[in-house]
């Protein structure tokens, strides 16, 4: 997406403490760096898609590094950059531990192909090159070859929509895809929310769950340094409810935190408070607890 500064997020989310607040809850954390992509020149847009080539050799790249982490059993933390990253991101996921659920929360549902796409932008996307029930749907990009459909529709929930267009309205419907809207936070609540999102994709297996989390899913009052912020989100406190009930499943095993972008705040305070989110709802995802944490060797001095 066009929006410059999104890709200072992963740094931004590092310098607010990241790595040492996990450290201090009891996770082993071990910070795989920023990755490098090759320079892609000439990147006409094929169709109405932007920066297709670069997007496709990026994600490649993500995707054969997330495999790698992967398979050595860890949890897996992809910081954004734009949502685009989530098609490397699930791919590689899914290339190393086989079947996923996918919990997607976001203002946008990113299912757009690149035919129903007004904007081009491949950020609005991702989901749609994963589906196998898109396929026939999707035509070809250079650098999008490589991309095996992984995730069926039956394994992904949306938690927070309130910006879907058209073509995407349609799909969810015909796909009978789960979705939380933010009229359905509101009318259920966000604990009955995570408690149908958990009963539906555990109904058969219990199935390794990728959670990708779109900054602009929280509303913009608490996170407005994000590239397209949409009123009416949840709360600080429903996006943190959400990470912990994920966490306490077990089964969580890949975080995507995408679309903090510092240059879309106004004010330090809008960067400060996008980043801190961003922060405490990864901390959510590893245990963090409101009521407090202690270790298990911990002893009364
Ligand atoms: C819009 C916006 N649906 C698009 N998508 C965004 O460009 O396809 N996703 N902002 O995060
Ligand atoms: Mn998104
Ligand atoms: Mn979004």
Redesign the pocket.
Known sequence: ?PRGGVERGPDLIRAAGLLNKLREQGCTVKDYGNLAFEEVVDDEPVGRVKCARAVGSANKRLSDAVQAVKREGHTTVMLGG??SLAIGSIHGHSAAVGELSVVWV?????I?TPLT?????I???PMSYLLHELQSKIPVLPNFSWIKPCVSAKDLVYIGLR???PG?HYILKLLGVKVFSMSEVDHLGVPRVMEETCDYLSAKVKKPIHLSY?I?AIDPSVTPAT??PVVGGLTYREGVYITEHLCQTGLLSAVDMV?VNPLRGRTEDDVQSTVSTAVDLLLGCFGRLREGNHSSDYRLP
């Open positions: 997406q734009d949502h976001d203002a946008h549902a990113d757009n796409s007004s904007t081009g932008n950020h609005g996307q910006d879907v267009d995407e779109d602009d590239g397209t679309e």
